[in-house]
């Protein structure tokens, strides 16, 4: 299977805004949990202390770690997200300038994605998985993490996004 795929800024942009946030949520989600923790713990040790007993400091120390860890690595969050974001939008800018379609193409040896950049063939070996996720057909790649390829049915259509599936199903195990 052969598809030329012409570029289109919404798609892409919506699929790099799924691949950040499958990313990134649960962490988030972990993060957000143990800073909700960090107050009430602060409050209890500080009643303790409170109370003329100094174990109280342990959890209003157990508790400013939760909160400053949380902090830092929200920062980190949102420094990461800046930079990615930046990335997307130069890559949008190089394709208009490009203004070539990408190639997808579905061997039976090798996966073969061909953009104004570069011109790749991997074999099947490479992948370590697919995920299907609101409609797009991520091939996971064993290098990195989020190192995917993502092609979506609003770029090949319903039909031809399930023969990919199939196709990949049968490749990646």
């Known amino acids: 299977m052969k ?3 012409p570029f289109d800024e919404n798609i892409y942009r919506e699929q790099m805004i799924l691949n950040f946030n499958i990313a990134w949520n649960e962490n988030l989600k972990k993060n957000k949990r143990n800073l909700y923790w960090s107050i009430p713990i602060i409050i209890i040790g500080g009643l303790i202390v409170y109370g ?20 830092k690595y929200y920062s980190f969050y949102k420094k990461t997200k800046k930079k990615y974001f930046d990335l997307i939008e130069s890559e949008i800018q190089g394709q208009k300038i490009a203004n070539e379609n990408s190639l997808w193409e579905f061997n039976k040896d090798y996966f073969r994605y061909k953009y104004y950049k570069y ?15 609101d409609k797009n057909l991520f091939l996971d790649l064993e290098v990195g993490n989020n190192s995917s390829y993502i092609i979506g049915e609003k770029e090949i259509g319903n039909t031809e996004l399930k023969k990919v599936i199939d196709f990949a199903n049968e490749k990646i195990r």
């Open 3 to 5: 598809f030329e795929i």
């Open 119 to 133: 011109d790749a063939k991997i074999k099947w070996e490479a992948f370590k998985s697919y995920r299907v996720i």
């Open 52 to 71: 003329q007993d100094y174990i109280g400091f342990i959890f209003i120390a157990i508790g400013t770690h939760f909160a400053i860890n949380g902090f």
